[in-house]
Every structure is written in C-alpha cells, then in structure tokens.
C-alpha cells in the first residue's frame, strides 16, 4: 500500500538521521560509521573538514569524525522535503547545523546503510548573507547631517581600496571565476579585490575569436545569485558573455580592478600576509592581503610548443589563445595544431571566413554533439525540463557533487553509450575520414575527461562535419620542425602554411604561481586540477578531489578558484565561506590537507 | 468533511466554467452574463476587447460579449491549479484561448454567481515569445561561409536602425517606462527603438538629488524577465537603479538611441505612418514608425507657477525636476513651495545639508511612512513573505489588477486605518506642528490618490519627521508674488529666501503631445491618467480605466505608456502585444475606444 511505503521511506530515512546523530552526540565514530554501507562515500565541503573532502568506506567514515566531530559539534539532523525511492535507494534532501554554521547535504540510503552522504556548509552564523528577508534596506529612513548617499559610499570605498583599506583577499584574474568569487565575498562582507589585465570585464570573452560561444548550455552556467533570464540564448556568443560578466560586476558591486596587472606576490611568514605588486594606472601599488585567490583560469597558461625551425618560419605563428580570428586569413593556407576544443572552434571559423586549413591530429579526441551532450550528458539536471521538474540550479549542483568522483564513471557510460547511439552515423563519417575518436579512458566521455584533464575533446558545434566531410584536412602525428614556409610532421608530411595555430592546450595553473610567487611555491603547491585517475595526463595516486581547487593548499593562504561555470557558481560559495570563516577568526581546523604529488 | 468542501469548491469552479464557456460557444451574451452576480466587475486586459476594458454588471458583461464573441471565439476554459475558497468567495486561477491568442485570468465567485472576473491576453498563437523552452539557441550548430557573428548582426541592425530600416514602434523616453516596453517589443520581435535624450539608460536618475532612492520597495519593482537579485537593496539608491537600468537596456538588447531628442512627431493619414523627426549625432533623423508610444513619465512635463516678481527674484529658482541636489544650499535660506513627494524629499536633502528650509504648503497632503505601507499596503502581494507563500511577481500582478477600480477603495481603506493606528503618535505629532494631513477623499489613502491624480502624497522615508518637530519649518497658503529676496503668501506672509524651488508637479503626458505633435492632437486625445472618480484633480464622468494608458487613443497609432515600475513592468506587456498584432496583420476589433472628457 502506497502510505505504508511512504511512511517506510520517511521513517527509514528519519531512523537512520536520528541514529546518525546520536552517535555523533555521543562522539562515537565507529558507531557512526557502522550506519553505513561498506563502499559508502562521504564528500564534505567544508562543514566538518573545513577542506573539499570525500572519503570512503566506514574507516574513512571513522577517521574524519574521529577527527572532526569535537570542534565540529553537529547537530539537527532533518529532512527538508519528503525523501523518494527509485531503484531501492532511497534519496533524502537534508539540512543541519555545527558549531559555526548551518549545511544542507543529500543522503542515499540502502538496505546495508547509507551509500553517500554529501554536507555542505551553507552559512556561518552570526554571519549570513544578507539576502532575501535579510537584504539591505538601501536607505535609512532617518534624515542626518552628512548622511552620505550609496553613491558616496561606493566611491569612498573605491577610493580607500589599496591605500588606506587593505583587502583581506586579493582574487588574481577576473573572469568568470574571479568574478563568481568576488560576488560572493562581497555579499559575505570579506573585503576584497579582483584584478584583471583587461580594461573591462567580459573582455575575456570580447578578445576572442568572433565565432567563440559558450559550449555549455544555459541552464549551466547561471553565475551566482543573478541568474540569466529566460531569454537568453542557450549557448551564449562571446560578445553577449562579455556584456552580462560587465554588467554582473558592476550591479552585484564586485570590487573590480580593472586594466591591472598582478607582478608578483610574496608571503610573509612572520607576518601571515601577502605583498601583492600591482601594475596600475601608470604606476605601482602594493597590496598586502592575508590571502591571495588565483582565478586565472583553467585555461590560463598556454602551453606554447618549442619547436625546430619556429625561428625561420616566414608566416605568422601564435598560440590558440592568441588567435585573433578568421578575418585576416581568406585564402590562406593555416595549419592548426592539436585537435580538441580550442583546434575545432578556430578551424571551423577559419573555413567559414575561406581560409584553407588543415588539423594536425596528435592524439586521440572525444567528440560529443553539442546538443546530444545537453540531452542526454546533462538533461536531467541542466535543463527546462529539469527547472519544470522542480529540480533548480542549486538542487542541480548538489545532486551532481553528491556522485562520488570514484564511481562517477559509472555514471557516466551508459549516457555515453547512448549518445554513440544517437549519433552513430556522424561516428562513422568521422572515422571514415581517419579521425582518431575516443571515448575516455573507460568510455566514460567527457565529464570525466574534463575532471580528469581538463583537455582532450570538443562539444562538437559544427566544426566537426568539417574535419569528417574532408573541407577542413586532417593530417596525423607530432610535428618535427617548421622551415620557412611549411610544417613538417615526423612521417615527413609537408604542409605549407602562412599561418601556423598552436592549438596545444594549457599547462597547470601552478605555472602562474611560478610566474608571480616563485618555482618553489609552484612546486609546493603541485599540479592544479585532475583527479588522479592515473589515466592519460592524471597521474595516480588517486587524490578523491580536483587537486588543490578551492580548498586549502600546501602554501598557506594561497587558494585557487576556478573551473566551468557550473563549478565555478558552486564552489565559489565554498571557497567564500572558508575566506570568510578566517576573516571573522573562527576556528578553521582542516581535515586532511591534501599532499602534492606531481610538480606540474 | 473537508474532502466534500474541496470538491465542491472545484466542481463549482468548473461547472461554472463549463456553462460560461457553454453560452459563449453558443454565442449567448445573455446566458454568459447571466453566470454573473448581480454588481460583478469583468475586466479585460486585450484578450476579448483588444483595449483595457472593465465593464460593470450583467449589461455590461452582455454588452462586451455581443460586440466580441464573434471574433474573440474563445474557448478552452480552464483552472490551472485548484481554487481556493474564504468568505464565501472562490478564487480561481484559469486559462482560456482565443481566435488568436492564449489568456490567463483570475475568477471570483459567490453564491449568486461570478463577482470579478480577469481575463488577459498573454501570447499570440504563432508568434509565442522566445523564453524557456523556446529561448533562441543562440549559436547555429552547423557552419556556413559569411556567417555572421552576434555582435555582427547586433552593430548591422543598429547601422540600419533609422536608415535603411524603419522600425515599426517610436517610443519616445527612455526611462524604466520605455525601457520595459522597450524589452517587450524586443522579445516579440517587434522592431522598435527607445529615444531618450540623456547620455546613457539610467541617467534619469542619476541626474536626481542624492538623496533620491526608489520608495517602491523591491518586490513591487522587478522589471520583466529579469527580477532584481536577493540581494538587492528594499529601496534602491538612484544610483544603483540608474547602474540596472543602463545594463538591463544593454543585456536585454533594447533599442536605445541615447543622447537623442524627439523634435515633432507627425502622423500621415494617407499611409498610416508617423513622421519623427529626431536630434541625434549632431544632425537631424527622420522615422517613419506605424506607431508612436509616448513613455515620458508620469512626472514628466513639468508645472512651473506663473508669478508676479519671478523676474525680479534675485535668488535661484527652479522646478523640482529640475533641482540640483542640496550641495550648494549649505546656511541658505530655502524655500520650496508644495508639501507632497517632491518637496519632502528635497526639504530632507537641503536640511542634511545645512539649509534653512521653509516648506509652503498649499493643500493637504496624504502621508505615509514607507514601512506601514510596505508592511501592511503591498505585503500581501509584494513582499519576501509574499513570495514565501507562492505569491509570484506575476500573480501579486494579477490579484491587484483583478480588483476593480470601482471598488479598491473599499478594500484600501480599511488598510489605512491600520496604518493610522500604527503610526498614531507620527500623524499626532503633524498634526501638532500645522501639517494639514489628508487620507484621500474617502479614506481610501495612497494608492487610489496615486490612481486617481498621481499626486498629493508623500511616501515618508524620513523627512516628514523634520516637518513633524519644526527643523523645517512650515508655512501655508498659495504665494501670491516674489520680491528681491523672498517669497510673499497671499496672507501676507513673507519668507526670504536665497533659492525658491517649485515642487509644484507635473502636467498630464499629454501635454507632450502638444509639444511634438500639436495642439489640435493633445486635445483630441485628452488628459491622460485618473480614473473619473470625482475627488480632487480626477474629475468624472467615471472611466473605470486609466484615461488613455496602454491602450489605443482617441489619435489612431498614438499610445501612452508609463505607471509605477510595477504597472510598467505588467501593462508593457499588454501595450506590447497590441502592438505585436497590428505588426503582423492581426485583427485588432477595439471594444469601446475611450473617448476623451477632458482636455488636460
């Protein structure tokens, strides 16, 4: 009878939340630990390890709380909504507090116990966003002599910022990521700058090469609290992300510097505080924050190939990320380097503006269609139909950071295998033409490639029928040296060119933190990003988190933040928090700080 | 039982919807007005009337129906979540199409049959706006020589805007008003451009008095498609709505001429086309719209009092729209003639500031703090816990324009009373200091002062208190003429004074008209705004609508539009669907065009 299963759900869920929290009261982790299943998983950002933490099975489990559970104090474990079932898991949205704050989390329970558990701090009390029934009231409505207007304020504020205020974050690159990020430290009070070369924000995006849109759709990519409206288009242009990213800033008050260029940074030990170099307004500026956030982005430092013969070249040669666009290149002959994202996107508006061009393939690349990723990769999140469902952006983020980055895989396959289906028949045009597809090390696709690498695909927008139908050529292996007017790959392959594309991807973003701190810090903090899968370009060991991404690093008050849209909208908010926790003094003791195993 | 009660509240809505929908197939007037109770109210925003119509009782029902049945043809009526019943009346939402398009409306009924009934016409079949599901894909997933960019496309079509492309719809002012309607027009892909004469959106506010802030509070004030974030301020400094309006104009891809002013707008009878003559770029433009819309603000064409001696004054004098803010008044002696929003706030401004203020108050003025009418005037509808208890922006839109003008006051008034009791000792303390303090004509206080003559009110966000214990001072009666140096009142009262400022109101809009089209045309069309109430500056006969808003006029292809941000917000869409028809052919049959009983 369907109330007694409903009951039996609720109960059971209940039951297992009451029997949790007891055991936490009682400061026993193995008991606590015993309510789970063997293969169970717990990720916890930041509410109980003040880090981005997963660990897993019950000693995992036992060792966190063994650890955390005293400053922690958790208490109040409820469910928020009704929980459901499918499939014998049972899935329950909850919510709780600790000693500092309050976290929500999701549950999946099973016969054996609890499968996941996701926490999540939320806010800190006596320090909540000032939101909703707690937004500000904009004015005072009492009159006094030399009130100041918000106007005033503001410029006062622009004014003292870096002279007579010193920030307590400084947040280096301000794109999306930077911008995310200063958002939220702005509605959490933390003082803060974000600071980008380019004269204006958005100009990220502006700068690139005209045919540049957002491969994720909409529903994707809102930014923190200002959502896009229900017109805007699912895959944004370049131009129209510029507009929203200057608007985002200007409206939502992120103290933005723009037209400055960050030289270096240096931590002072004795005194817990960075001195940040800033090149600005003809001059230099020293900042001296207590924490300095690299937001330069995952596609930051190009890797710029050196090459034999680069110094003879006759024609043009530059790194993808300097590509300045198809105009210049009608009819001439291009060769484009590399074979993901950045390669398609330029190749395909080369071809478009008459160029003559051809794809250097080096290795293999996973090609999802755009719109077959967003069907069926994201559809049941990301979507209209998952926002008529009820499920909303935050619901989204938490559901998709409460699968295990262990078992994600899993997850992912059968979408994949579904989409090789869709699309079977652009797969075999593909391979007709000699492109070497892939599917993830473990046909796992191109979330996981992406978490894993961070490269080594495309979300095919048309570019791709160009390289399978033969209007854009393909040419296979590494190359061995340029001459004056050629490329020449390692089979001897000649293929002149006037211009020749560098499509060869970005290194860790540590190589910023070489460029401005030191190579000793670079190498303290290690590689940025992967998962250590120990597939190709993540080496093990298996590290359970993107490594050192916006949590504590082996350098102390050094952070980065960053990643897609997505992640940067969600995880801004934990990185925030964690800023924001040390700004008001509250104890932060981190869980685990992950150890750096790769330099680079 | 209460399951018993609950059905019967739905069968009765829906058998009620079945013989309305019955006698309408049949095309019956009388059997559909027979559904109504005696004393019912139907208002129809375009649906059924292409006009914004009310019509009073069963006649009126008959009569509406007799005139529209026949090319409405509506159909498909239905609720669209369960009604809900207190007092005897049944609320319910509903549904319904048309010939042409797809409504929703709100339903009250009694006993005796339907009470008030809403209708609105929402889309137009075939020409649905691009949101949600429908929103543009924004990037063509399949390459094409010489294809364009977005902001190619976007820099092309404002080249040609004016040039080799007219637009089909004028809007002449570029405030909150114009740019709503603007957005509007640019979702249904009306082609249209906003011209306003300030340098850039949002200036209008910017150009204020400092102290000037929004005293509609936030919820009452999201412009469409785009709400205002969480952490937007209850009441928005001039600043940061000028900062929104100016990014909204540009993410919302309005068509906005800025820095342009509209000379003389004439209209052709042969071709059905206006002649717009337009300074812009340092020369002379000339459209040739079908359509001209005036969106120049209720306080727009301001009321400067002729008086003997102002060519003698040797001090400052200027209208409030006009006044530059208190900064240069410091130990001046001030004197600001009329008492209602105009005035306080800038007799607030200059007493922060260090003026000698005189306020001259010339007939009562109805006050309210800004919290009471928060609280108890709009918290139903627009509020957090509003929104917390399902009252979306569209449907508080929908309940306030469901209640018939003919009676608002009844439901209004005993509102005030609340807030009189609240704020007892405020007003006991006015009153003290020789404030004449008014509730409206029969009590029924703000709103229906601001519905019925858009004036004689002020919303104290503070400086009635000043007024209150005497730190600006009060004089009464109408000034009879200037000297050098002061201000004599008709009873001989003489105020000296370094500066005199007119807060002395505004013309109705039509008075623009005069201005740009001629004054044969402003007579035709008449007094814009009030309802015909026969209180105070709204002299009858009644007109159960407001005088020429948002709907056709007296002069063909002539329209006004403009209201507070939140009848701005949803009459733009109404305004901009009636405009969309006649874009693409539609039979617009107008049901009653109001004909015009005033000249001003």
Chains 1, 2 share one sequence.
Not at 263 to 269: G, P, V
């Amino acid at each position: 009878m369907t109330q007694t299963t409903e009951l039996s759900v609720r109960q059971r869920v209940d039951d297992w939340l009451a029997s949790f929290e007891a055991a936490l009261r009682a400061r026993d982790a193995p008991a606590a630990a015993a309510l789970f299943a063997p293969g169970c998983y717990w990720r916890d950002l930041v509410a109980f390890t003040w880090n981005i933490t997963t660990v897993e099975g019950r000693d995992g489990i036992a060792d966190l709380l063994t650890t955390t559970l005293e400053s922690t104090d958790p208490a109040g474990f409820e469910v928020t909504e009704e929980p459901s079932e499918a499939g014998g898991v049972i899935e329950a949205w909850i919510r709780f507090e600790t000693a500092t704050g309050r976290g929500t989390g999701l549950l999946r329970l099973k016969a054996e116990g609890a499968w996941t558990l996701l926490t999540t701090l939320r806010e800190l009390k006596g320090h909540e966003e000032a939101l909703g029934d707690r937004r500000p009231q904009g004015v005072e409505h009492e009159l006094a002599r030399g009130r100041q207007s918000w106007k005033e304020r503001r410029e006062q504020e622009a004014a003292a910022l870096g002279r007579d205020e010193q920030p307590y974050v400084v947040v280096i690159g301000g794109g999306q990521g930077g911008i995310a990020l200063g958002a939220r430290l702005r509605q959490l009070g933390v003082p803060a700058v974000v600071i980008d070369r380019n004269a204006r924000p958005g100009d990220q995006w502006r700068g690139r090469y005209k045919s540049l849109c957002l491969h994720d759709p909409v529903w994707y990519d809102h930014l923190p609290y200002l959502p896009f409206p229900a017109n805007w288009p699912v895959f944004a242009p370049k131009d129209k992300i510029g507009d929203w990213l200057e608007m985002y800033t200007k409206v939502m008050e992120v103290p933005y510097w723009a037209s400055s260029t960050v030289r270096s940074a240096t931590f002072d030990e004795a005194s817990r505080r960075w001195s940040v170099v800033v090149d600005r307004e003809g001059g230099s500026v020293e900042l001296t924050p207590a924490h300095v956030v690299f937001a330069t982005g995952m596609s930051g430092k190009p890797n710029y190939p050196e090459l034999p013969g680069q110094d003879v070249f006759r024609g043009e040669q530059h790194h993808s990320s300097r590509h300045p666009g198809p105009e210049a290149y009608e009819g001439k002959r291009v060769v484009v380097v590399g074979s993901n994202n950045s390669a398609f996107d330029i190749c395909g508006a080369l071809w478009e503006h008459g160029a003559d061009v051809t794809m250097v393939q080096r290795s293999s690349t996973h090609i999802v269609k755009s719109a077959s990723l967003m069907d069926i990769g994201l559809g049941d999140l990301y979507s209209e139909r998952a926002v008529a469902g009820g499920v909303s952006t935050d619901k989204a983020d938490m559901i998709f950071a409460s699968i295990p980055y262990r078992i994600m895989h899993e997850f992912q396959i059968p979408l994949y295998e579904q989409m090789a289906e869709r699309d079977a028949e652009f797969y075999a045009r593909l391979e007709k033409a000699g492109f070497r597809h892939d599917w993830g090390a473990d046909g796992s696709g191109l979330f996981m490639k992406y978490l894993r690498r961070g490269s080594g695909y495309y979300i095919d927008v048309g570019a791709a029928d160009l390289v399978a139908d033969g209007r854009v050529k393909l040419a296979h292996g590494q190359v061995d040296h340029l001459t004056e007017d050629a490329v020449v790959l390692e089979d001897g392959t000649t293929l002149p060119a006037g211009l020749v594309v560098y499509a060869t991807g970005y290194g860790s973003m540590n190589g910023w933190v070489a460029d401005l701190v030191d190579a000793a810090t670079a190498e303290k903090v290690g590689k940025v990003w992967g998962l250590g899968s120990d597939t190709p370009k993540d080496p093990g060991p298996w590290e359970g988190e993107q490594r050192n991404m916006w949590k504590p690093t082996q350098q102390q008050n050094l952070w980065f933040h960053g990643g897609n849209l997505h992640q940067s909208r969600h995880y801004s908010l934990y990185l925030a928090l964690q800023l924001k926790a040390r700004y008001e003094g509250l104890p932060t003791p981190v869980y685990r700080l992950q150890e750096s195993h790769h330099a680079r």
